[in-house]
């Protein structure tokens, strides 16, 4: 790298540093609670994701012109620290990790301006699925949610033709019992689904605007839909191969499932809306 290129560059690794000083703590603490349970696991790899998008972007960040916003960019860092200092203190994940994003965009905006922000948005909207949300606001919303995919689940397993009862969320198949757990079926798995959709949206980039809207607005259905398919299997996993297998190494297994539904879902959602778009261009095209 010549001197011209790592110019732009010298200003951001003093600011990485200074964000390593700053959060290296708080990821060890993530790491020792939050992102180790299977509810926000997906911490981490939100994070590296995010990190690889904002370097893909970072040449056309670099290409445009250098028009630095000191006081938006100054107010960005004061409320940033603010969260920190105040999450840090007093022990709110929320605020101490949300603060990232208000030093990261006041960073850009001191140092190349508005329009470099502009230009790396999604990353940056892509770092809020790393923030871990309120447990009160977590357990409000997802209780309701599992007892959607645990019905959904009942509904299929019995209809299927499987001996099956439902309790709330817990489902009776055959000789065993099943508790649909929040990281079976609760808000942070949809998060992450959502995420997974998001950024699939982003990196294929569409020019139908219908088409993109259209997947966003499936990504929801589609979340919810790759959540009972992972119950559905975890269920007919305990029912044919035991307790065991369902609480052991292929209860992994039906999370990667999960992630698989997600995706093929998503896939063939696209394929569905693409066919769709096409007909309705090729109706409005024709004399």
């Not at 439902?166 to 079926?185: F, M, N, S």
Request: with cysteine; net charge positive.
């Amino acid at each position: 790298m010549n001197r011209l290129a790592a110019a732009p560059l010298a200003p951001f690794a003093v600011v990485g540093l200074g964000a390593l000083a700053l959060y290296v703590p708080t990821a060890r603490d993530l790491f020792q609670n939050v992102w180790a349970s299977d509810q926000q696991g997906h911490g981490p790899m939100v994070f590296l994701i995010a990190m690889w998008l904002l370097w893909r972007k970072w040449p056309e960040v670099l290409a445009l012109p250098a028009q630095p916003a000191p006081w938006r960019g100054w107010s960005c860092f004061g409320v940033g620290l603010l969260l920190y200092v105040f999450g840090r203190a007093q022990g709110i994940q929320m605020f101490e990790v949300g603060s990232f994003l208000w030093l990261l965009a006041g960073a850009i905006l001191v140092l190349r301006g508005t329009a470099a922000l502009a230009g790396v948005w999604f990353p940056m909207f892509f770092l809020l699925f790393m923030v871990p949300l309120p447990g009160v606001v977590v357990d409000t919303l997802t209780q309701p949610m599992k007892l959607a995919v645990s019905s959904v689940a009942e509904f299929i397993l019995y209809n299927a033709g499987y001996a099956v009862a439902r309790t709330g969320v817990i489902l009776q198949v055959g000789p065993y019992q099943l508790l649909v757990a929040d990281a079976c079926a609760g808000l942070n798995t949809l998060l992450t689904l959502e995420a997974l959709g998001l950024l699939y949206l982003n990196l294929v980039r569409h020019e139908s605007a219908a088409r993109n809207i259209t997947l966003a607005l499936l990504i929801v259905p589609i979340s919810f839909a790759a959540n009972v398919i992972r119950v559905i299997a975890l269920a007919l996993i305990t029912y044919h191969l035991g307790d065991a297998a369902g609480q052991g190494f292929l209860h992994g297994f039906a999370g990667m499932v999960l992630f698989l539904a997600a995706l093929l879902l998503i896939l063939s959602a696209d394929s569905l809306v693409r066919v769709v778009v096409r007909r309705r261009h090729g109706a409005a095209a024709a004399p």
